[in-house]
């Protein structure tokens, strides 16, 4: 069955300082990961794909599918990256299509 | 704001009630989400509505139900109300238009539902 595991709820980090999010899931198919992100107050919303492989608000991810691992990094973390971070999979019936979510990230950047 | 709304924001009520949440998709989605966030089990993917029929079910119990009306609005019915159904209900909404690529959901801001 398919799963995402974040094995981190609290992460807490300097402003400046690098930042990575860990995320693992597993998943028989061919799979397509996401990272959405929740800011105080605000809805749930799309942060990042894996397949476009571009940088947003100075976050990446990589798809490992050896390690079967979707971290998310950014360098130099500032004040406004604190949020909710899910990792989440996305799994294609044959129609219609649903995410599964991590258990999520709180992450605090601290000044 | 993603153009999903979802009312109403707050809900209370007791345990073995009935109640309705409601969703309003982005103006031209066809694909509507269900999910619930509890503070045990995370966000679960509950169902998905494409243009009016269902697409796809997740865990979600035989007590709750859900459809999406000609319009594109969706209803999740939530009857017998336990305890444990308490938590934030999220909506999402999608184009949705290919099994062939995942299109980016839309989340609405929620309905918290409490059961006393």
């Known amino acids: 069955a398919q799963r995402v595991t974040q094995p981190e709820k609290l992460l807490s980090v300097f402003k400046g300082a690098p930042v990575e999010l860990k995320c693992n899931y597993s998943?028989?198919?061919?799979?397509?990961l996401f990272w959405y992100v929740q800011y105080s107050r605000q809805r749930l919303q799309l942060l990042l794909r894996?397949?476009s492989r571009e940088s947003i608000k100075g976050f990446t991810a990589d798809l490992n599918k050896g390690e079967t691992s979707f971290h998310l990094k950014k360098p130099f973390a500032q004040e406004e990256d604190s949020a909710m971070y899910y990792c989440a999979l996305s799994l294609k019936e044959t129609s219609g299509s649903r995410l599964t979510f991590g258990e999520g990230t709180q992450l605090t950047v601290n000044p | 704001d993603s153009g999903v709304t979802q009312t109403p924001k707050h809900l209370i009520t007791a345990t073995g009630q009935r109640v309705t949440l409601r969703c309003s998709p982005r103006s031209g989605d066809l694909s509507v989400y269900w999910y619930q966030q509890s503070l045990d089990q995370g966000l679960q993917f509950l169902i998905q509505y494409y243009n009016g029929e269902e697409r796809a079910k997740g865990n979600i119990l035989e007590r709750f139900s859900a459809q999406q009306f000609p319009d594109l609005h969706s209803e999740l019915n939530l009857s017998s109300l336990e305890l444990g159904d308490s938590a934030l209900y999220f909506c999402?909404?999608?184009?949705?238009?290919?099994?062939?690529?995942?299109?980016?959901?839309?989340f609405g801001p929620g309905t918290r539902l409490t059961v006393t």
């Open positions: 894996h397949i």
């Open positions: 999402a909404s999608s184009v949705e238009g290919t099994v062939n690529y995942h299109y980016e959901q839309y």
């Open positions: 998943y028989s198919g061919s799979p397509e």
